[in-house]
């Protein structure tokens, strides 16, 4: 079996794994976007019954993947190994989330390009012959985030219109080998990408380097043009990420305007919403991938997609000493079967 | 290929891959004890030429990774994939010290078990036929710890006898299907284990419940006795940590205090190095395995190992907020060949 592909840092899934079931779980806010009623639960209030911004996120991920695994018609039991991640220090959003699951976990660490990576990781996992069902969760929540990376909510600071909301949200997905609508055909992973942009308030700027490179070297390492694929989905670049996206292509000859779609982009109204660069976070991905993606590749509408979460390598502490804000994004295809 | 054990949660590797190569790099209280001038190297001071800890931290991981790199004869482009970690809030040490590699990376935090984790991530890579060499990267640092989880070293505050010491250490290896001296046989993933510990000066006894349930499982999982392993090893229990997992394993039935060696014990002299618990940090198992325990595998003195990084999964915030600290602990089993 060979899964690697020379002179590349892609990889085609021999054995490609299937996504058996997905689940969404959001707050009011997302309920009330343009994918409202997509998603299989949207609480009435984002503190998820909890006294805590951190305990309302992981009662996200227990619900989402809980949702996910009942989907797919399995025991807690069977999943062999969870892939998680979040946003906060330290992971404790999924740390307190999946402690009862009991499914061994394997911690990840990627920003909001943290779905991607898991989603590989599983995917490898399952093609790898080390599990028939692996899971991956990811989740993001605005008030914890907000108070991880930049103010607590309380001091009503003013966010600048670059600036992106942080989704509140987690999205889960079951992989295996068994036979299902959408599958993983192959994967590539993401570099870190630093173009010396250090301006926290405006993460697409720090990301859309990333996504370039990644989807630049998935086009390469595949042999593709972007018109092999449906749709070019990245994460969460917003507005202004996406315009300075586009142009990075465009200066290596590549145009994928008219298939390109930005899950933070799609998520919130720009009008009504007052979200001013779009939606950010590790749950926007997984929630617009889980409610609206899958759906139109399992429908076939869309037979092959490039989804490329991307991630903003920071910390409050980086941050305050200087440093600049670097990139990442993990790209996989998705096929309709 | 099966990779996987039915009804386990373990794996063995049928194309069991090698660690060809291991670094470690250290400060000076780590080259002051017992284990001095067995590292690659030692920095005269903590602060490794940099202005912040986390610099410092970051520039461990980056002359760890180019030292074990440089050692397997390999340029920095043939290492495919890249698994690091550390245990800073959004893993600011390994995303500053491996942007320059360029070696696509995935993010891992598993607290003081993310040396277990990558290892077993690389090994999964490389014997699943995605990467002909991977690499795991791990560490940490006594001044960004103590800044991250309790008191900034400028307070002068006083440690409990049961607090460990977290090392200034970072520890990379590179593993590949090319033949070498130590494999890593299989692997049994760690699941959150929480006994409801919630002190956080007191990590052994947090993490002790994770390593005997890791260590358990692992021998049922394999049919296997502790005497049939050489050593069995845990990443960073210290003296209040091996105790508790003496007693937890003698519950079983399990003896296992003729084998047992922990990394934090070792790493640090109890009596005059006034470090009181031992050491800890995901760079502490991380340079005790690079200096002291694959040269003891290498040359045949010991056959076969159980390495078992422990992790305590919180953060400031989590136990501010007065939640527990959960253990988490990943094995891999380490051969001579």
């Not at 976007?33 to 951190?54: I, K």
């Not at 305990?55 to 809980?66: C, D, W, Y």
């Not at 909001?112 to 599990?131: D, F, H, K, P, Q």
């Amino acid at each position: 079996m060979i899964n690697q592909m020379a002179g590349s840092r892609s990889m085609e899934f021999q054995n490609a794994p299937y996504i058996i079931s997905a689940a969404s779980i959001v707050g009011p806010k997302e309920e009330e976007g343009p994918l409202g009623g997509l998603f299989d639960l949207a609480a009435p209030e984002a503190e998820f019954g909890e006294d805590t911004w951190e305990k309302a996120e992981s009662t996200m991920q227990k619900e989402a993947l809980q949702t996910a695994i009942g989907k797919a018609q399995l025991e807690m039991c069977q999943v062999r190994y969870l892939f998680g991640g979040d946003l906060l220090a330290q992971l404790i959003a999924t740390s307190f989330g999946n402690g009862d699951t009991e499914i061994p976990l394997f911690g990840l660490y990627g920003a909001c390009s943290t779905c991607g990576e898991s989603l590989m990781l599983a995917a490898m996992t399952v093609a790898g012959g080390y599990a028939d069902y692996a899971a991956a969760v990811t989740s993001s929540h605005f008030g914890s985030a907000e108070k991880e990376f930049r103010f607590p909510l309380g001091y009503g600071n003013q966010r600048p219109l670059s600036a992106s909301w942080t989704v509140t949200g987690s999205g889960a997905f079951v992989l295996s080998s068994r036979s299902g609508r959408v599958r993983v055909r192959g994967a590539t992973p993401g570099r870190i990408v630093d173009m010396g942009v250090r301006d926290n308030m405006n993460m697409g700027a720090c990301m859309a380097p990333a996504a370039g490179d990644t989807i630049c070297r998935n086009l390469e390492d595949f042999h593709l043009q972007p018109k092999d694929y449906d749709q070019i989905i990245t994460g969460d670049l917003g507005y202004i990420g996406q315009h300075i996206l586009f142009d990075l292509m465009k200066e290596r000859g590549l145009d994928i305007s008219d298939r390109h779609m930005d899950c933070g982009i799609e998520i919130y109204d720009k009008e009504k919403q007052d979200t001013h660069a779009g939606g950010s976070g590790c749950g926007c991905s997984a929630v617009v991938l889980a409610s609206y993606i899958l759906p139109k590749l399992e429908s076939g509408e869309w037979k092959r997609v490039l989804f490329v979460p991307t991630g903003a390598l920071l910390s409050k502490v980086s941050f305050n000493e200087g440093q600049t804000v670097p990139g990442i994004a993990h790209a996989v295809i998705l096929e309709h079967v």
